[in-house]
Nanobody, 129 residues
Framework: QVQLVESGGGLVQAGGSLRLSCTAS????????LGWFRQAPGNEREFVAA????????DYAESVKGRSTISRDNAKNTVYLAMNSLKPEDTAVYYC??????????????????????WGQGTQVTVSS
């Protein structure tokens, strides 16, 4: 059974930066696409970023493109999401997720939450204005 644990959230002022981490245990981490999603109160969960098992492929939501970088360290079973120029509208619970199918990358599906089988418990990011 795969378990994902996020960390790194917190309270930050607008314009500030954060780096979220998500460490996996169980399974074979390096074979899977990993994604970050977020959910603000009253909103549906939305895609933020994804990184393929090859690490050379990434995708970002338009809302964070140019302000965020997703990366992974397979030796540490960890995926990161670095965010800068944070805005109040970035306030949400951020979740990492591992895809259900190994060795698969498709930009048409990485933004779909149903692509992912395992989810972390989330970490709160609050951006004050």
């Amino acid at each position: 059974q795969v378990q994902l644990v996020e960390s790194g959230g917190g309270l930050v002022q607008a314009g500030g930066s954060l780096r979220l981490s998500c460490t996996a245990s169980g399974g074979t981490f390096s074979r899977y696409t990993l994604g970050w999603f977020r959910q603000a109160p009253g909103n549906e969960r939305e895609f933020v970023a994804a990184i393929g098992w090859t690490i050379s492929v990434t995708d970002y939501a338009e809302s964070v493109k140019g302000r965020s970088t997703i990366s992974r360290d397979n030796a540490k079973n960890t995926v990161y999401l670095a965010m800068n120029s944070l805005k109040p509208e970035d306030t949400a619970v951020y979740y990492c997720a591992q895809s259900s199918t190994p060795f698969r990358w498709s930009r048409t599906v990485v933004g779909d939450s149903t692509t992912y089988k395992y989810w972390g418990q989330g970490t709160q990011v609050t951006v004050s204005s």
